[in-house]
């Protein structure tokens, strides 16, 4: 029997695991052992990889119905290998000069920017690890008791005696319910009670004022505009009370390690990009950065979303420089084997705008990559509005049952992870590799190779001379890394193989320098902004654009359904043991009260109307957990962003999933 360690390729935790080989069939799944990341835990998505072996079957070759278009556009994910996203940023950003924006733009674009704009670059400091040496674990708009169930391992992990786990968020999530405190803030008011709790931070020299001295800049203006910030603003905006809030302030003080951690409920906001700033900015203020169990730390969502955002060459260039630098673009240039010419000038509109621009008839062409916007694109129908006018509409993915392969031109059937090589980065920086678990069949390619294919019948010819395997591009990415804050130019592929990964940086020649195996970054205070400094950025926060109203009285909130369910369920729904204990049909929760008040009793149906202009059904769950002036509904159903408005933050882009406002009628059954 042979065993092969490699990546899961669901979530951001990139949990390694041991697959046991017999006669072409993985006949057993271990969490692999030792591996710093998930030691011997993985759950129920990570365990069901081995079932994707019987039931995907890619079918043997491309089907073509029609094939026409001049300008073409692409949407990539997070969901693929490093190298697999940097050849189609290749083909398509450098050689086809064309936009491509990938669904990490759905789930961690606000963090990406909110990282530039205070650290100087994208770079998440924290290792996991952290989590386990913190005494006071803030969870904001994070749920990971389902959405990230290694984190709350490891949080399980933390014996502390002192150790304190507190939830913002207005729903009492899973994980709020596991909390020591829960803080239900009313919904998107967070911006304005980060700036309250600054306020009091300063008023009362609870400042870390040499770190805040030594390593920032801006706290004297920052400390002027939270003024505007009093207690009572704060009250009346997030409905907490004075005393929650001031209670809140003092845990953050008393702490000794305290580390925030943000995720979907704050990504995904209008104002998401500021938000996610002001929390880095409380970590700043106290001194609670670069230090043992500390930080304001994003949790990434997708298994290589980290990977994608430095790799893609979609908002940067290859490993994190800006598409204007002459010297930067002749460097990538020279390495990938092009001249600088032949490189793309600036960053791809962004996703909104390619489906805007189908709409709008200015793109004809579209070419998605493991991904269904048809279900996961907030606004959806606006999506499946887009497709009906592509002349060419290319869908490469394992499954063409998903529902954005519906109005497909082309369907290119690619094989799952477990079928293909490639490198991943974790949320904590960590690359990990995907290894072949079992060999590919006859006429089965690999995303990797699909698109190299694609790009040298394109004509490309040298321009992928160096490009010809997975392993030969993660050679190109790690020269770009070079000198870069992401410097990996030590790792090497033969020595990711059956390892526990490696967190970048780790630059060649100094290997022994960095050669702990958890580790996070500003530990010596500095920053990759030009001063070396961290930045304090603020903002007046801005009037919520979907108010609630007499029409739409209730927010339309969304979130993670379950432990085994993986986003649109592509995926999970072929696994049986995930399949036999979910809904079938979409569903939300309702508070206790609002249902009574409208006669509404556990699984009735309701048809829920948006103000985007849809309506959809869904049964309903009663609850306390939800708050009464909102809705809660799981994303993996295609009702759910039917549902969700065209709204986005200014900065990131990302979309404003959780905005949405909504009413509802009780379908009556019948005979009732
Ligand atoms: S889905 Fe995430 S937590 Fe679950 S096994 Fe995979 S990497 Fe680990």
């Not at 029997?1 to 899961?8: F, I, L, P, Y």
């Not at 673009?329 to 001249?339: K, Q, V």
């Not at 950025?537 to 379950?562: A, K, Y």
């Not at 995926?571 to 079938?584: A, G, H, I, M």
Request: hydrophobic share 35%; glycine share 8%.
């Amino acid at each position: 029997m042979k065993k092969v360690q490699s990546t899961c390729n669901f979530c951001a935790i990139d949990c390694n695991l041991d697959f046991y080989v017999e006669d072409g069939r993985i006949v057993k799944t271990v969490p692999t052992k030792g591996y710093p990341v998930n030691d011997g835990f993985s759950c129920i998505k990570g365990l069901s990889l081995s079932k994707q072996q019987t039931t995907v079957k890619p079918d043997a070759l491309p089907k073509i119905r029609q094939a026409d278009g001049s300008f073409i556009a692409g949407i990539s994910t997070g969901q693929l290998t490093l190298e697999e996203f940097a050849i189609f940023g290749h083909v398509m950003r450098n050689y086809l000069q064309t936009n491509v924006d990938g669904n990490t733009r759905l789930c961690m674009a606000s963090a990406a920017v909110a990282h530039k704009g205070t650290l100087g670059y994208d770079a998440p400091g924290y290792t996991l690890n952290d989590l386990e040496l913190s005494d006071t674990i803030i969870f904001i708009g994070a749920n990971p008791v389902v959405a990230h169930p290694i984190v709350w391992q490891r949080v399980r992990n933390n014996k502390n005696p002192d150790r304190k786990i507190i939830v913002l968020d207005p729903r009492k999530s899973e994980t709020a319910r596991n909390a020591d405190y829960w803080y239900p803030l009313r919904h998107r008011s967070d911006l304005t009670l980060f700036y309250t709790l600054a306020n009091i931070i300063i008023e009362k020299d609870y400042v870390d004022h040499e770190f805040v001295d030594q390593h920032t800049e801006g706290f004297e203006e920052f400390r002027d505009f939270v003024k505007a910030f009093s207690v009572e603003r704060g009250s009346e905006v997030s409905g907490l009370s004075e005393a929650q809030i001031m209670e809140l302030a003092e845990l953050i003080h008393t702490g000794k390690r305290v580390s925030f951690w943000w995720t979907m409920g704050v990504n995904q906001g209008y104002e998401a990009v500021r938000t996610a700033q002001s929390i880095m900015n409380l970590a700043f203020l106290t001194g609670n950065v670069g230090k043992p169990g500390t930080g304001g730390n994003s949790i990434t969502g997708q298994c290589n979303a980290m990977g994608s955002r430095l790799f893609s060459n979609t908002t940067c260039l290859f490993a994190g420089g800006d598409f204007t630098d002459e010297k930067e673009r002749e460097r990538i240039a020279g390495i990938i084997g092009i001249t600088p010419d032949l490189m793309a000038k600036k960053p791809t509109i962004p996703y909104n705008k390619i489906i805007e621009g189908i709409n709008a008839g200015e793109i004809k062409g579209l070419w998605i990559l493991c991904t269904n916007p048809r279900h996961s694109w907030t606004n959806n129908e606006t999506f499946a509005e887009a497709t009906k006018k592509l002349e060419l509409f290319v869908v490469q993915d394992i499954y063409d049952t998903i529902e954005s392969a519906e109005n497909c031109t082309v369907y290119f059937p690619v094989v799952p992870g477990i079928k293909k090589e490639g490198t991943y980065i974790n949320l904590e920086r960590r690359l990990s590799p995907m290894r072949k678990v079992l060999e590919r069949g006859e006429n089965e390619i690999s995303d990797y190779e699909c698109i190299l294919g694609v790009g040298r019948a394109l004509g490309m010819g040298a321009a992928l001379e160096k490009w010809g395997t997975p392993r030969e591009c993660f050679d190109l990415l790690r020269e770009c890394s070079k000198g870069m804050p992401c410097d990996f130019t030590g790792v090497h592929w033969d020595d990711l193989t059956g390892s526990h990964g490696r967190q970048w940086p780790y630059p060649e020649g100094r290997e022994a320098e960095f050669s702990d195996e958890q580790r996070r970054l500003y530990e010596d205070g500095k920053f990759y902004t030009p001063s070396g400094r961290a930045r304090f950025v603020f903002e007046e926060p801005l009037g919520n654009p979907i108010p609630v109203t007499e029409e739409f009285p209730l927010v339309f909130n969304t979130g993670r359904g379950s432990v085994g369910q993986w986003h649109t369920q592509s995926r999970t729904k072929e696994v049986k043991f995930v399949e036999d204990v979910s809904l079938k049909r979409a569903y939300l929760y309702m508070n206790t009260r609002r249902a009574a008040e409208n006669g509404i009793k556990e699984m009735d149906e309701i048809r829920v109307f948006s103000s985007n202009g849809q309506n959809a059904v869904f049964a309903v769950k009663v609850t306390d957990n939800v708050q009464y002036g909102e809705l809660y509904a799981p994303i993996h159903y295609v009702e759910c962003n039917k549902l969700t408005p065209s709204s986005y933050d200014k900065y990131s882009r990302e979309p404003n999933y959780k905005g949405g406002t909504c009413r509802f009628e009780k379908i009556e059954k019948e005979g009732t």
